[in-house]
């Protein structure tokens, strides 16, 4: 009964590189959140999406950041031209399909994004 | 705006004492508070939710939590505390506005359970 699966767990870019995180959720979840987590700061919600839909991604950065959660596969973040700033420990949750609020999200083990 | 305040950064207990993490929150409507816990250098464990019904809310590895709606808190609690137990403590708040479904969640308090 695997969890909420990240990979990799941790990723080194330098300036101006691409970052790909990957987001697989547990089994019979088919609702994805990504949230951004500074040093020594609570995490801050950043999209929320169900398959092949972005249901929320009001605390997305307008540019360099997207989303997807595709029909098959894991959900990726990704970040276009990563900027020192970028460096942060970024967690995926996942919840089950239900109609209401009260379903829990589930973490995964985060992955941090350093950038040189 | 839905938000939750952990007033205390850091709290320290002795083993084989009670400990308390404090929260207290601000939405609209009816509130859908949990409580996780983080282990250094791990993803964010749930230990308990509270969505209606007894105010005091049981959990995992012995925590429970108050709600007080008057207060507008939503402590966590152990009556023994274990030096295991010692880790970064988050609370928090479901977004209420429609279509919305993200956590809000405070800064986070650390915990340290003293032999």
């Known amino acids: 009964n695997a969890g909420v699966m990240q990979n990799p767990r941790h990723l080194v870019r330098r300036r101006g590189q691409e970052a790909r995180l990957r987001c697989s959720p547990m089994k019979g979840h088919s609702h994805v959140y990504w949230y951004r987590q500074l040093p020594e700061e609570g995490l801050k919600f950043m999209v929320y999406l169900q398959k092949e839909n972005i249901i929320d991604e009001s605390g997305m950065p307008k540019e360099r950041f997207s989303a997807e959660f595709p029909k098959e596969g894991p959900s990726i973040l990704r970040i276009q031209q990563v900027v020192r700033g970028d460096s942060a420990a970024y967690f995926c949750?996942?919840?089950?399909?239900?109609?209401?609020?009260?379903?829990?999200?589930?973490f995964g083990p985060g992955t941090r994004l350093t950038v040189l | 705006a839905q938000s939750v305040a952990q007033p205390e950064d850091q709290v320290n207990v002795a083993e084989g004492n009670p400990l308390t993490v404090k929260c207290t929150y601000s939405?609209?409507?009816?509130?859908?508070l949990f409580w996780y816990v983080q282990y250094p250098n791990r993803g964010l464990q749930f230990l308990l939710k509270?969505?209606?019904?007894?105010?005091l809310v049981k959990g995992s590895y012995g925590f429970e939590a108050e709600f007080n709606k008057s207060q507008t808190s939503f402590h966590l609690k152990k009556p023994s505390a274990l030096v295991s137990d010692s880790a970064l403590y988050f609370c928090a708040v479901r977004d209420n506005h429609a279509g919305a479904n993200n956590l809000f969640f405070g800064t986070g308090t650390r915990l340290t359970v003293i032999p």
């Open positions: 939405v609209s409507g009816n509130p859908y």
């Open positions: 949750a996942s919840s089950a399909n239900t109609a209401g609020r009260t379903d829990t999200q589930y």
């Open positions: 509270y969505i209606t019904g007894d105010n």
